[in-house]
């Protein structure tokens, strides 16, 4: 793919391009997200070929605000609430698909719902706004990778495909959005995430029920057990590096040997925004085996727990990646 640099007449050149249904990589508050015309069927066929992501698993559609949103979707009471505290920001919301809404079915996977974000970042808005059209964008890594919080992650996963690349430097975010669904009764956390479940929860004064699946008929399709994988093995929980092994510290009480400290200071947001980049680095420096300190369980360390708990589970093929 092409690296541009993400100013005005780049964005509108990428807008253009995903209109004439090519890919476009571009950073997101999050993660880097490869966008395609939601609309338009071969678009979005072309993107999960390029990721080789399977089809079951249904990608969200960034639009631009909350009318946008309403276009496509079907907002409750609950939703709207959510949106109007969250939005723009790393929340998505699965609702029920709007009838006639101008979507490829290859984006709902099939599915009677759709997920929706509008996301914040600036270069992100704009390409959203000159491209026209819904904008269907998974992270931009290659399917079962790490996610990627820079355009040279997007650039080594996708060194052969056809598109372009906007390099608006380091996601500020770098976990993914928080996927909460609302097409029943219960408002469930489908992948913890950017926005903390306990945010959510305030808002809706509810707590958030669990998504109930697993590896067989996971419940938000994208959530299979072995996911966000370095080529190297992770070890949770340790204290201390073993022999063959880096580690991978968080907080103020690292050892001084640590390859790594997700954040010296102890600070949550500064582990999300770190930890893929570091997975990623740790494995280009061919570590066999990362040691990861454990990271509290609270606020955004739900969902940096959930990634690490996805990168150390067993891998589906032997020589992955
Ligand atoms: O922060 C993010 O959300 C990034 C940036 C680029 O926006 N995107 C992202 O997309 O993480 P992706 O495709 O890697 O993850 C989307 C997740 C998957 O687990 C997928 O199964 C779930 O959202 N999802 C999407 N639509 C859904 C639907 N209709 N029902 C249930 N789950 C859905
Ligand atoms: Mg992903």
Same mark, same amino acid.
């Given at each position: 793919m092409q690296v541009l640099s993400a100013n005005t007449d780049n964005i509108r050149r990428a807008g253009r391009a995903i209109r004439g249904g090519g890919l476009v990589a571009f950073p997101t508050e999050t993660v880097y997200g490869l966008g395609a015309n939601a609309?338009?069927?071969?678009?979005?066929?072309?993107?999960y070929a390029a990721k080789g992501r399977p089809r079951f698993n249904p990608l969200i559609v960034h639009v631009s605000d909350?009318?946008?949103?309403?276009?496509?979707?079907?907002l409750d009471a609950r939703a709207r609430r959510l949106a109007e505290r969250f939005w723009p920001?790393?929340?998505?919301?699965?609702?029920?698909?709007?009838?006639?809404?101008?979507?490829?079915?290859?984006?709902?996977?099939?599915?009677?719902?759709?997920?929706?974000?509008?996301?914040?970042?600036?270069?992100?808005?704009?390409?959203?706004?000159?491209a026209g059209v819904p904008v269907a964008a998974p992270s931009a890594n290659r399917s079962g990778h790490v996610s990627?919080?820079?355009?040279?992650?997007?650039a080594a996963d996708f060194a052969d495909a056809e598109g372009l690349i906007l390099d608006g430097g380091r996601c500020p975010g770098g976990l993914e959005s928080t996927v909460v669904a609302l097409t029943g009764e219960a408002a469930v956390l489908l992948r913890p995430g950017g926005?903390?479940? &306990?945010?959510?929860? !305030?808002? @809706?004064? %509810?707590?958030? #029920?669990?998504?109930?699946?697993?590896?067989?008929?996971?419940a938000a399709p994208g959530m299979l057990a072995s996911h966000y994988a370095p080529r190297a093995r992770l070890r949770l929980n340790a204290h201390e590096a073993r022999p063959g092994e880096v580690l991978l510290a968080f907080g103020p009480d690292a050892p001084p040997d640590a390859a790594r400290n997700l954040s010296d200071a102890g600070?949550?947001?500064?582990?999300? &925004?770190?930890?893929? !980049?570091? @997975?990623? %680095?740790?494995? #280009?420096?061919?570590?066999?085996?990362?040691?990861?300190?454990p990271v509290p369980n609270e606020g955004l360390g739900e969902a940096?727990?959930?990634r690490?708990?996805?990168?150390a589970a067993p891998r589906p093929e032997a020589g992955w990646p």
């Open positions: 609309s338009v069927g071969r678009a979005v066929s072309r993107l909350l009318d946008a949103a309403q276009r496509l979707g079907v920001g790393p929340l998505t919301l699965v609702v029920p698909l709007a009838p006639g809404a101008p979507l490829s079915s290859l984006v709902t996977a099939g599915l009677h719902t759709v997920g929706l974000r509008v996301p914040s970042h600036p270069v992100a808005r704009a390409l959203v706004e000159a990627p919080t820079a355009a040279e992650h997007v926005v903390p479940r &306990a945010a959510i929860e !305030a808002v @809706l004064g %509810e707590r958030l #029920a669990s998504a109930q699946g697993d590896e067989v008929a996971p600070d949550l947001a500064e582990a999300a &925004a770190n930890l893929f !980049a570091y @997975l990623r %680095e740790l494995d #280009a420096e061919g570590a066999e085996t990362i040691a990861v300190m940096i727990n959930d690490l708990a996805r990168a």
